[in-house]
């Protein structure tokens, strides 16, 4: 079994979710006492946050490389940011060490082909839905179309991370307002919908959902363990 570096804290809600969804599956496949074998460094996010909305991404990404090397002369045979919008700096980590990165948008992207998707949506950040450093790639490397909300619902979405997910805070009304998101994206056309922000499994589920939810903590943790046990 090969080791798992997880470079979490981002937040420490959803790195908590990788750490039992690995360790679940590991025990799934390999039976009796089975756990994964891990190197975890949890960051402190109120730093990365900060750096994150005053546009200092080059700061951050220093902060994230200086973990991954710590992951690294632990012993870990591969890396996870257990982040989707990190990923904006992946390119500057995956340089940083020697060991290969297994990045969250590939994971979920090949989780689109096996569902046979051409239209997907996606649920994050601003930083995510926004930007090109995830929806091109998808776009890019995968052939998806990928749709976001409009602007007032992704404010909305942005707010709900960062004021409630983030601090553990799960809101029925939130709760509501997402599942709203969702159905029109339904109607426009999303064949499924991307949770591309690791805390948004903590506040919807697929019974909330007229389509299928792609929940990228579970898809980038399994991905670790197949990836573990080749």
């Given at each position: 079994m090969k080791t798992i570096g997880l470079l979490g804290g981002m937040s420490w809600?959803?790195?908590?979710?990788?750490?039992?969804?690995?360790n679940e599956e590991i025990m799934h496949r390999l039976g009796g006492l089975h756990s994964a074998q891990i190197v975890l460094y949890s960051l402190d996010f109120q730093e990365i946050e900060d750096l994150q909305h005053r546009g200092r991404w080059e700061e951050a990404a220093d902060i994230l490389v200086e973990g991954a090397r710590r992951i690294e002369s632990a012993g870990a045979d591969f890396l996870l940011i257990c982040t989707n919008t990190m990923h904006k700096?992946?390119?500057?980590?995956?340089s940083g060490v020697g060991i290969p990165l297994l990045h969250i948008a590939d994971a979920t992207g090949q989780q689109i082909r096996t569902g046979g998707f051409s239209k997907v949506a996606l649920l994050g950040t601003r930083f995510t839905m926004e930007q090109a450093f995830y929806r091109g790639r998808l776009e890019e490397r995968f052939d998806v179309e990928v749709l976001v909300p409009d602007e007032?619902?992704?404010e909305l979405v942005h707010r709900v991370i960062y004021d409630e997910l983030c601090l553990g805070s799960i809101q029925g009304a939130s709760?509501?307002?997402?599942?709203?998101?969702?159905?029109g994206l339904a109607d426009r056309g999303a064949e499924a919908v991307i949770l591309g922000c690791?805390?948004?499994?903590?506040?919807?589920?697929?019974?909330?959902?007229?389509i299928p939810l792609l929940d990228t903590t579970r898809?980038?943790?399994?991905?670790?363990?197949?990836?573990?046990?080749?």
């Open positions: 809600e959803s790195t908590a979710s990788y750490y039992r969804i690995i700096v992946a390119g500057r980590v995956e007032a619902e992704r709760r509501e307002h997402f599942i709203g998101i969702i159905g690791t805390e948004i499994a903590l506040l919807v589920d697929q019974q909330d959902s007229p898809i980038h943790a399994i991905g670790a363990v197949d990836m573990a046990l080749e």
